[in-house]
T-cell receptor, first 111, second 108 residues
Framework: DVKVTQSSRYLVKRTGEKVFLECVQD?????MFWYRQDPGLGLRLIYF???????EKGDIPEGYSVSREKKERFSLILESASTNQTSMYLC??????????FGSGTRLTVV | GIQVEQSPPDLILQEGANSTLRCNFS?????LQWFHQNPWGQLINLFY???GTKQNGRLSATTVATERYSLLYISSSQTTDSGVYFC??????????FGAGTTVTVRA
């Protein structure tokens, strides 16, 4: 089974801090994604990557950046954390014919 | 963009009951998946089912692509089946679009 591992389950950061969320997949998947989930708003795509060093903006990229230096790792960066970025962050990887596999999520609180 | 509608929004079941969840989508899709979000927030992949029927234990799913809907069946429900069930579809651009989910509560 594909495993997608997110580095932290819970995270508390201060306003203005630079925050790194790490995601690693243990299969050779080309595609990786970052979503955030908020009550009443559902799951929204922040960024995705279809290859090393390639990235595409999703629906809500403002305030975020990403890095994919190696195929197995996809990092989400909050350049200057704000309270409206308090959310559940979900990483996923995908392969055609088996679909998406999600990590266990990171609950980020910005105070 | 594509519209994904799930029904019902909420479902309360007595343990042992059967139920059907529905997902309607507004366009032809390359991929359709059903997920279960557990109380800790993790999305568990239940089925990758762009068309046809699949079964996994007490769960089964059917997608009729030509009519743009999918059904998820839960038989002999257990309390561990509680959580939110999401339907998600992919067009041809790698990205999944999610429905709003069905919240299932199974009572002992």
């Amino acid at each position: 089974d594909v495993k997608v591992t997110q580095s932290s389950r819970y995270l508390v950061k201060r306003t203005g801090e630079k925050v790194f969320l790490e995601c690693v997949q243990d299969m050779d998947h080309e595609n990786m994604f970052w979503y955030r989930q908020d009550p009443g708003l559902g799951l929204r795509l922040i960024y995705f990557s279809y290859d090393v060093k390639m990235k595409e903006k999703g629906d809500i990229p403002e305030g975020y950046s990403v890095s994919r230096e190696k195929k197995e790792r996809f990092s989400l960066i909050l350049e200057s954390a704000s309270t409206n970025q308090t959310s559940m962050y979900l990483c996923a990887s995908s392969l055609t014919s088996i679909g998406y596999t999600f990590g266990s999520g990171t609950r980020l609180t910005v105070v | 963009g594509i519209q994904v509608e799930q029904s019902p929004p909420d479902l309360i079941l007595q343990e042992g009951a059967n139920s059907t969840l529905r997902c309607n989508f507004s366009d032809s899709v390359n991929n359709l998946q059903w997920f279960h979000q557990n109380p800790w927030g993790q999305l568990i992949n239940l089925f990758y089912i762009p068309s046809g029927t699949k079964q996994n234990g007490r769960l089964s799913a059917t997608t009729v692509a030509t009519e743009r809907y999918s059904l998820l069946y839960i038989s002999s429900s257990q309390t561990t089946d509680s959580g939110v069930y999401f339907c998600a579809v992919e067009l041809n651009d790698y990205k999944l679009s999610f429905g709003a989910g069905t919240t299932v509560t199974v009572r002992a």
